[in-house]
């Protein structure tokens, strides 16, 4: 179950790539490997609903619906209570366990999570030895980083500190903390790192078209790329993207994505978010999805336009039925 083939992973977002669309852009195809949203860990052994609740996917075999396996990230700065939940967390056999170190929130920071982590590369390396001695060596134990806090001095510190300690591979994003999320990611850093790592390194960090995939490619030396909003905006992009290596090895062109192809994945979501979100909230996640959409497909800027004062979750499922699926 290493899962160092993967090409395209689907990023980790928390509040905003959850189970539900993580099973919906699944479906769509090219994603071969995804990682759920962080579950913190302070000084408690959390009980199995917590890890439940966040990759539901667990009690599928640790799979979304469509096959394609879910690591399950955990965030936080104690070794022994992260790899005590890592123990934990090992009993319901996740495809594998990813550590955090590189969330900017201004809470996690304050507790000493993610990004802050980074300017403490021993202490990273720590995290992930006694995580990975705390899990049976079939469950691949990951990393995702960020280049640094403030800046990327200590970023070849931290690769190599996780490299030693005994991951699997390591997701760059290529930002510091503080830079955020403003554009440009620093892809040329990726490449410096390979050349001091020999870790499996995947890059992440402003891939939201198939020309974007292939330059990330090609400045980092990474095959391997991590997509969060991208994926998104273009359910289709992972897609486009191993036709496109489908293609250049010869293989057949298939269709791209198209409006009403997402409209059924948007019906899918919409079913999913009925189960699990509070209706006055439901809307609320539907637009925020269409907010992303409507980067690459008009329909979706209509459609935005159409439901933006909209919060009745009836009056969504009016909309949608009114729509028109291929
Ligand atoms: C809303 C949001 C939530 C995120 N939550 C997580 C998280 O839970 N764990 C994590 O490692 N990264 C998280 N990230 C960072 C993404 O995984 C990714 O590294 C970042 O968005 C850059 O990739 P992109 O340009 O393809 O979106 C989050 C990003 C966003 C925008």
Redesign the pocket.
Known sequence: MSHLGARVLL???????DHTLRDVLTRVGGVDLC?S??IRVTNTVLPRRAFIRVAPELLNNSCTVAGVPVRV?L?GSDPDYLAANAAALAELQPAGI?L?F??PAKTVNQHRGGAVLLDEPELVGQIVAAVRRAVPAHIPVSA?MRLGFNDDSRAEDCALAIEAAGASDL?V?ARTKAHG?RPP?YWDRIADLRQRVRLPMVA?????TLADALRCREVTGCDRL??????VADPGLALAITQHDALTQGGAMQSAVAWTQILGLMRLFWQGIALRVAPRHRAGRLKQWLNYLRRVYPEAQEAFDQLRLLHDPEKIDQWLAAQAVG
């Open positions: 990023a980790p977002m928390e509040g905003l790539l990682v949203e962080f990230q965030l990813d955090n590189g969330c995702k997701v994003h999320y990611a992440n960090g402003e891939i939201w991590m997509i969060g909003r991208g994926m």
